[in-house]
Every structure is written in structure tokens, then in C-alpha cells.
């Protein structure tokens, strides 16, 4: 069974060793014992002067290349190199000048210092020594650490050196005598691994193997073992997959949404299978689990604790504006008529950033989805499922009568003088080319209700035939089983719900992915980026099937650090006669992002962050779509980031920004 996860515990230790460009409070230490040591013989030297953190526990040291004297020092008093140096070592207040005679050691000189770390990573039991990801550091330098800490590290036989990025990577493939091991070896080496923590009580659900997504249907007060990686899910109480994925799959922001635990777990049914149909309670933390038997007391307090459900607010649908609007001239207050994801991308569309394109596109509002439901009498369906009593209380007919309303949507004829507007728009962008036909409801990419895989993207759509198709099929999937649930699950006024289109350009990317303005697992790390990446087209990025290639980038430094590399050995392209096609990889295993591309993507989603937040009504994470054509870099789609389930904090006019 493969074993592809990149647990968040260790990525929290992602940019600790970034070197920070602006004066800080030095911070004092303790009067009662020493801040740093010669040597960590014994475990409890180790934990004294380390800190751990989502489940690692790491500590740093600093080895002086003059007298190769070398310290350990607490993390919990001096968090970042420098800190410690300028305390203990150089004995001064720092000044810019200094800070770039310090800075220096980073580079293949080391004048003064190699600044490394050690790192227990608790599951699995591994010990590994790394230095910062921007760090140039040559083959001789990793030789002199490794033969000091043979004196001076108990838990030497153990340790292994971790490179951090590509140039690391390439530098550690000419250390002949030193163990290495790859972040993506690391991570992919556990049983175990937290995509969300916390505590549940629910049903307990065992899903048999070779289940389709198409076949099952889940409640929302059941915990589910999974035997693989569902692309999408509706809402539960709690998920265990025996397969892991990415931490921005679409199941794993879902449950960040519902803030409910979302663990892998290798071998789980055979584990808990005893267990399927009772009441269980769901523990998880980035180092352990806990899945037994509820008692009669944790059930009564849990299902009072969950009486009280949030409700996120979405802007009312405006139903005047008929114009097919190209994306540079919408902006974040047309999302009432075109929905947030036109709007949004309108937005960095119009701002031109510099290298950066947005394809061409126009946006399809909402009023032609309301004529569409009106025309062919669907609304009368809308209402009569929304008042059917099985409908709301079985799962199973749910799903049904959804899928059949669905077949209604799509094959009620479209109203020809709109296909004709439309496909005069498409022949101004697209030639006769192909377009990709996406969903831009009212209801997604809000602040506290991204919505993210809720509603369909028709790919690469060729000719007058299958645009109308994907036009209807985009509509139809307002109501998808797992968009409804979500709604649901956020007391969403399902009949305020309208569908808008965003109509693009397809573009044949060499590579595409997704970047969030955040670090996954560590608010304090504020100037972090998670960058996840696949070849060719990224409708496969979010599916969680197979591990992206996922790159940590700081922009305060431009450090660039490698956690894992794509396992895909097929990519999707788009297929000249419409539609997407797999084809091989060309070289699986290496880069898909080159240092220089990502830090280029890292710049301009910085720049995009600031546009955004001179315009949302609070700031938070961005979540952004991005391809790379060649050189060419593309922006699809920047929506917030949702990591739990709060309250819209705003009137709904302003989050969604409508008029």
C-alpha cells in the first residue's frame, strides 16, 4: 500500500531558520539556568533545550568554524539563529550593516558559522540534521557538522542529513560517508499522520474497498474509515483514510471547514472494524489518536455542543445585470451578479500585474440560470424537494432526487440567442479553440465559505454543442449532493443559491497547482506560502489521488523549502478535439517547479495578497489556482482561505461585495 503523506506536524518547522531583516526585541533569558550547551548527551539534555511543535520536537545549533566550538542552544528563549549569536557570541546589538556580515554565513563561504537544526520527527521515530532551505552550504561543510556532532550529539548513529531544497538535493547526492534522507521520504514514511486535529463523536462507518464515491452516501453524524482517498466528501463527523493526500485536497480543507478530526491512518479497518456501527469518540493529535467507545456522558455532552451551529451569510443575487461581462471589467462588487469567483479573478485581471496573465474570459450572471429554472418550470422541483420530509431526513433519497433534478437541469434546452451571445464571446478569445466552462456561484469563494470542488468545471469545452452542454452541466451542479450537504452544513438558504459561469480560454499548462498565503500548520509563521504542484493541467492538484509536489516559500527572504516531490507518472493535458487527455510524465520524480518559477509564483501571489487585502473587510489567507504555460504564469482563481467554520464576521453586501 502506498504511503504518500506530507504530515503537517513537520511542516510547522518550515521557515524557522529564515534569517529576519527587521530589528526584534532581543528576549531575556531565564535567570535560573543556562540558555545553551557544548553538548546534548542524554535525552533530557535534548528535551531541555528543545521545543516541539505539532509533534516534532527540534533545537538548533550553531557551529563556530574558527575554533569549531559549537552550541546548542533553547529555542524557547532565542527562536531564531541570529538571535542567539548576537547575544552570546558577538555580544551586541545588531545593526544592518552587522546583520549582513551575519548573513554571509549562509552563503558557500561560512566566514563564521554553519546554522543548523536537529529534528526528532516523532512519527515515525526518525532524527535528522537540516540547515535553512536558502542555506549554500557545500559537501565539506555538512562533513565538518557531522564529525563534530559525533562527539557532541547522543543520539548521533541515529541522525541523518535532510536537505531542504533542490540545491540541497543536489549538493547531498555528492556526500559520500554522511546517511541522507528526503523530506519526501520522511513524510512518506509514516502510519500515521493529523491533516486536522480535534475531537469527535459520531457513528462509527467502515467503507468497504473498491466502494465508488457515485455509490455511497455518508450522514452528517458519522465518523468514516475510508480505504482510500475520496476526491470529495459531504459533511461528517470525523474521516480516518488508510491512504494519505495532500494537505489542500478538497476532503482535507473540508473537514478544516468543519473543523472535525481528519487523520491517516494505515490499516484503520483492521484496526477499528469491530467497532463499525457504535458510537465512538475521535481523538486527534499531530503525534496520536484515540478512537474507542463513547461513554453514555460524552454522547450527552457532545450533542449539546453541537445544538449550536454556525451560519455563514451569502450576498443576495441580483438578477438585473444581463450583460456578458469580460473579466477586466468586473470588480469585487459584481460577485452579486457574476459570483465571487469572476469577480475576484476581474480583480487581478483589471490591477495588470507585472509577468503575470489572468486568460481571457467573460462571465455569464446569474439572471440566465434563473431564466433557465424558470423557463422549464425546475424551480417548482427546487421547492417540492426542499419541502419533501425523506428528502431531509433520508440520506439515500437525498441523493437520488438531487441526481434527478440534476438530469432535468442539463437536459432542458438552453436558450439559444444566450448560446449565441456566448459563442460570439468565445470566438472573440478563444478562436476556435476550446474554452473551460466554470461554476461561479454566489455561494463559494466567500470569506468563511470557499466552497472549494463543491460545483463542476467543464475542461477544455470545443465547439457550439458542448459549451451549451457545459453551460447546463455547470448550472446542474448548484445542486451536487456534496455542494447541498455543505450548504447545509452552514445553514445556507439553499433557494438563495444562483449559478453564474466564468468562461476562459483553456490554457495547456506545463505545470498547475494551488498556493495559499499561509503556512499549513503555523500562524505564527505569517510570511509562509504552501505551494502544491503536478504537471500539466491541476484539476488533479485537489483530488488528493496522488501527492503534488509541495514547496514552502518565504517571502520575506525568498527561501524556497522542498517537503515532498510529485509520485504522478501520468499527467492531464487538454485534447485538441475538446476535453483533457492523460499522457506520461516526461521525467517522473523530478521538479516540477524550478526555484526560479516558484519564487516567481511566490512574488506574485504577494502581490495579490496586498491588492486583496486593500479590498476584503478583514485579512485572511488567499487560496489561489495558478498555471504555468512555459515561462507564462497564469492566475485562474484567488478565493479566501477557510480553515474552520466561522461566522461571516461582515453584512453580507460587503463579503461578497455586492452592490
Known sequence: MPRCCIP????????????????????????????????????????????????????????????????????????????FVFAKIYREKWTRARQREFAKNYGKEKPEFILGYIVHHLVPDLWTMSLWEGDKATPEHITMVFKRLRRAFGNFKKLKFRPDSTAQE????????????????????????????????????????????????????????????????????????????????????????????????????KTYGRLAGKTVLLEATHKAHTLREATAEEIASWKAKKAAKKKVVIPKADLTVRALRSLPEMSYFDASAYGAKAANLGVVAAANINKVSVPAGFGIP??????????????????????????????????????????????????????????????????????????????????????????????????????????????????????????????????????????????????????????????????????????????????????????????RNGGLRVLSRSDEDTMLVADPKGGVKVVPVKNPGKPVLTDWRARRLGRAARKIEKLFQRKLPAPVPLDMEWLYEDKQLHIVQVRPFVVHSPTCPCNAQKVAGAK
Open 8 to 83: 503537517l506536524a513537520a511542516l510547522v518547522l518550515a521557515t524557522t531558520l529564515a534569517v529576519p531583516m527587521a530589528n526584534a526585541a532581543e528576549p531575556e533569558p531565564p535567570k535560573s539556568r543556562r540558555t545553551y550547551t557544548f553538548a546534548l548527551k542524554t535525552p533530557e539534555d535534548f528535551k531541555a533545550y528543545s521545543k516541539e511543535v505539532a509533534g516534532e520536537r527540534f533545537t538548533k545549533f550553531v557551529l563556530d568554524v574558527r575554533n569549531g566550538r559549537i552550541y546548542f542552544f533553547d529555542v524557547k528563549v532565542y527562536p531564531v539563529h541570529k538571535q
Open 170 to 269: 543536489r549538493m547531498a547526492r555528492k556526500l559520500s560517508r554522511i546517511p541522507v534522507i528526503t523530506n519526501d521520504k520522511v513524510y512518506k514514511a509514516s502510519a500515521y499522520t493529523a491533516f486536522n486535529t480535534g475531537r469527535a463523536i459520531g457513528t462509527l462507518k467502515v467503507v468497504a474497498e473498491g466502494k465508488a464515491f457515485e455509490d455511497l452516501s455518508f450522514a452528517r453524524d458519522e465518523i468514516v474509515i475510508l480505504p482510500d482517498v475520496l476526491s470529495d466528501i459531504t459533511p461528517v463527523a470525523g474521516i480516518v483514510s488508510e491512504k494519505f493526500s495532500t494537505p489542500l485536497a478538497h476532503v482535507n480543507l473540508r473537514a478544516k471547514a468543519w473543523n472535525v478530526p481528519n487523520i491517516g491512518l494505515v490499516d484503520a479497518r
Open 366 to 555: 446569474i439572471a440566465y440560470y434563473a431564466d433557465h429554472m424558470k423557463r422549464h418550470r425546475l424551480g417548482l422541483d427546487v421547492r417540492r424537494l426542499l419541502r419533501d420530509e425523506q428528502f431531509k431526513t433520508d440520506a439515500a433519497h437525498r441523493k437520488r432526487a438531487l441526481a434527478e433534478l440534476r438530469k432535468k437541469i442539463r437536459e432542458a434546452p438552453l436558450d439559444q440567442r444566450l448560446l449565441d451571445e456566448v459563442m460570439a464571446k468565445v470566438k472573440a478569445i478563444a478562436g476556435d479553440g476550446g474554452v473551460f466552462v466554470r461554476s461561479s456561484t454566489n455561494a463559494e469563494d466567500l470569506p468563511g465559505f470557499n466552497g472549494a470542488g463543491l460545483y463542476d468545471t467543464v475542461a477544455n469545452a470545443v465547439g457550439r454543442e458542448a459549451i451549451s452542454k457545459g453551460i447546463r452541466k455547470v448550472w446542474a451542479s448548484v445542486w451536487n449532493l456534496v455542494a447541498f450537504e455543505e450548504r447545509e452544513h452552514f445553514r445556507i438558504k439553499h433557494e438563495t443559491v444562483y449559478g453564474a459561469i466564468l468562461v476562459q480560454k483553456a490554457v495547456n499548462p506545463t505545470a498547475a497547482g494551488v498556493l495559499v498565503t499561509k503556512h499549513p500548520n503555523n500562524p505564527a509563521e505569517t510570511t509562509t506560502y504552501t505551494i502544491n504542484a503536478k504537471s500539466g493541467l491541476g484539476l488533479r492538484v485537489v483530488g488528493g489521488k496522488k501527492i503534488p509536489e509541495v514547496v514552502l516559500y518565504d517571502y
